[in-house]
């Protein structure tokens, strides 16, 4: 006799998350987890035999939404062997009045948005049971929802969201039509929250917000990014503290100066430069001049030694000159930076910049992300370069999903270093010493 597994756990339904785009998906999903498990779903890894999928979507680039739609067409076809399976999508992606009709027809029986991820337990009770499709999303909400349960990823570094949305409204950019207007948590749950992860057994959390450096406007706690580092890294257990992302345009010297005196705060900044062109960063209607960016590389280095600096970069903005692109190549040389994610301008309907002319074709796109991809590697291998010899502390991050022989560990700069060890060294600090570096990966042995 074949015993299904439903059977074995009792007819217990069960469901799995997919989840694209950024951390704060990830984290968003670890709350989805915690309200279906709340139901009574348990969840599988295998999509083949959950009864619920849920698409955590993102829609920062028109390849995100790509992808989505390409896992969806496969997994509508399951419905055929499979007429009982929901379907429910949430995330950025569902906030789109755009793809409203094309989600009707994908064979999604719930959509849901990035204001009210709360109420995804009671549309899949109901879709379940009446079988009819559900369209819940809100435009917007000035309120700030805190849940009660969440299900973490199993690990050494938790997520924890310290603010929603973005006023920033950068032109190319549709976080602030999805996400909506900025407001922040109070340090209070922060620190709460803070606190049961360390209970836990996580050893490093990162804040996330699309743009940290403002945290606390809106609040009367007069609490401000840098005091809130400050309290977190006050809390015993957690051993080191990240953030990301920093807005140029509001690093302060306040938060120079936590950062490079609180000891649990890692020397890494995120701070995205997106284009070396002064007209192109004022179309993007980024708040910045590329003298301001270097100058404040300059305080950073100063203040903290070791640092990191990684950023985010954009090829082919609307307008954007040859002339105007090799600035960007030329900040780049001139900042060096440790690490930087790069991007073909991909056009969002709804922001300002789609509706600019003088859009730069795919063809010169994918030149300049090549020409900048070039430059960016061969800078970051020769930055890994000078490791090479040196002792780094790193924290045990579990075993390298490349190579399940070796193990993976982050040095306080965010560098990924590779070696042989044992499992029981997870989630410990130790110091290893750099024998090779890679564009991406360092590699060495325990000292
Ligand atoms: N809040 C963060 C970024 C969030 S989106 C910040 O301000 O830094 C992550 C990155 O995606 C951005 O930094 C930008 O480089 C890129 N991005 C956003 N919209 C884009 C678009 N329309 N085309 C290409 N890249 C985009
Ligand atoms: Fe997008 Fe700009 Fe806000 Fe970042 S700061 S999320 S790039 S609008
Ligand atoms: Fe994508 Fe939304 Fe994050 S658009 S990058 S999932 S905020």
Known sequence: MKIS?????????????????????VRDSEIIAGMLEGIGYIRTLSIENADLIVFNTCSVRHSAENKVFGKLGEVALMKKKNPDLLIALGGCMA?????????????????????NIHELPFLVQDAA?????????????SEVIEYERS?????????????????????????????????????????RETKEI????????????????????????????????RMVNDVDGIERVRFTTSHPKDVSDKLIHSIASLNKVCEHIHM???????????????????????????????????????????????????EQFEDTLDMVKRIRFDAAFTFM????????????????????????????????????????????????EVLVEGTSKTNRQKMTARTRSNQIVIFSGDED??????????????????FGEIV
């Open 5 to 25: 597994d439903a059977e074995v756990l009792g007819a217990q339904k069960t469901y799995t998350i997919l989840t694209y785009g950024c951390q704060m998906n």
């Open 95 to 115: 906030q789109l009045p755009e793809v409203k009709p094309r989600l009707k027809k994908s064979g999604v029986d719930i959509v849901f948005g990035t204001h």
């Open 129 to 141: 049971a009446k079988r009819t499709y559900h369209y819940q999303v809100w435009s917007e909400n």
């Open 151 to 191: 299900i973490r990823r199993p690990g050494v570094s938790a997520f924890i969201n310290i603010m929603y949305g973005c006023n920033n409204f950068c032109a190319y950019c549709i976080v602030p039509h999805t996400r909506g207007r900025e407001r922040s948590r109070h340090p209070e749950e922060i620190i």
């Open 198 to 229: 360390a209970e836990a057994g996580y050893k490093e959390i990162t804040l996330l917000g699309q743009n940290v450096n403002s945290y606390g406007k809106g609040l009367d706690s007069g609490v401000d990014f840098a005091d809130l580092l």
């Open 272 to 322: 995205p430069l997106q284009a070396g062109n002064n007209e192109v960063l004022q179309a993007m209607n980024r708040k910045y001049t590329r003298e301001h960016y270097l100058e404040l590389v300059n305080k950073v280095r100063t203040e903290i030694p070791g640092v990191a600096i990684t950023s985010d970069l954009i090829v082919g903005f609307p307008g954007e000159t040859e």
């Open 345 to 392: 301008y991909s056009i969002r309907t709804g922001t300002k910049a789609a509706s600019m002319e003088a859009q730069v074709n795919l063809e010169e796109k994918r030149r300049r992300l090549t020409k900048l991809n070039q430059v960016q590697y061969q800078i970051a291998e020769e930055i890994n370069q000078q490791w090479e010899g040196k002792i780094a």
């Open 425 to 442: 060294l997870i989630g410990k600090q130790i110091n290893v010493r750099i024998t090779k570096a890679k564009t991406f990966s360092l």
